[in-house]
């Protein structure tokens, strides 16, 4: 499923909080500021996507291991996507650094 999506490796990042046995997740911070000509730019909600589902999912939209950091890259891919709609969008969240994903990042990224 990596594989035949497109991700996105562009700066977006959350906060993670972690409280003894808690972790809270802090809205993510977008490098693009929501401006329209983003990638992660969703019409149907006039913001980033990305902080959508961070706010509305938290990490159940993460699909790689989270490390415990404070601040975590992370790369996105929308699975379902749907320019107006949000409800139809089906995004994800990796940590830049889960083992997995720099593993074939760094293949595609080698072409
Ligand atoms: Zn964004």
């Known amino acids: 499923m990596i ?3 497109e991700w996105h490796v562009d700066g977006h990042r959350i906060l993670l909080n972690i409280n003894k046995t808690n972790i809270d997740i ?7 500021g929501n401006s329209e ?3 992660c730019y969703h019409e149907g909600i006039s913001g980033c996507m990305v902080n959508y589902f961070i706010n509305v999912f938290g990490l159940e939209c993460n699909i790689g291991t989270v490390p415990a950091e404070s601040s975590l890259e992370i790369a996105w891919a ?3 996507d749907n320019k107006w709609e949000i409800d ?8 830049v650094t889960d083992p997995y994903f ?3 990042f760094s293949e595609v990224s080698s072409d």
Do not use: G, Y
């Not at 802090?26 to 693009?32: L, R």
């Not at 969008?89 to 940590?95: A, F, K, N, R, W």
């Open 37 to 39: 000509d983003a990638p």
């Open 102 to 104: 720099v593993d074939w």
């Open 3 to 5: 594989n035949e999506v």
């Open 26 to 32: 802090a809205p993510s911070i977008c490098p693009h």
């Open 78 to 80: 929308t699975v379902e």
């Open 88 to 95: 139809l969008v089906d995004l994800c969240v990796i940590p």
